[in-house]
């Protein structure tokens, strides 16, 4: 089993940053592949950001590229999402979801994910 715990949300200023941190235990994540969701009030969730498990290999949506960047620390056992150049939109929780599968490839499918995290309320105000 795997334990994801998100952190570095909060309240910015539209054009601000944040940098999201992604804590895992219960077991090394490192050959995983790991990604970031988020979901808007009233929306559906929707794939924001995913990286293999060596970190050599990112996907993410259209709406952040240039903007975002997810990275992660294997020794720490650690995922990260930088947000930068912010936006009302991007206003959401944001989730982190690990793969089960060992060095399984970084996908945007929802579905693909089997260990997910309680989320991180980030609110950007215009």
């Known amino acids: 089993q795997v334990q994801l715990v998100e952190s570095g949300g909060g309240l910015v200023q539209a054009g601000g940053s944040l940098r999201l941190s992604c804590a895992a235990s219960?077991?090394?994540?490192?050959?995983?592949?790991m990604a970031w969701f988020r979901q808007a009030p009233g929306k559906e969730r929707e794939f924001v950001a995913a990286i293999n498990w060596r970190g050599g290999s990112t996907k993410y949506a259209d709406s952040v590229k240039g903007r975002f960047t997810v990275s992660r620390d294997n020794a720490k056992n650690t995922v990260f999402l930088q947000m930068n150049s912010l936006k009302s939109e991007d206003t959401a929780v944001y989730y982190c979801a690990s793969r089960r599968e060992f060095y399984s490839p970084a996908t945007p499918n929802e579905g693909d994910y089997g260990y997910w995290g309680q989320g991180t309320q980030v609110t950007v105000a215009s």
């Open positions: 219960g077991r090394t994540v490192s050959p995983l592949a």
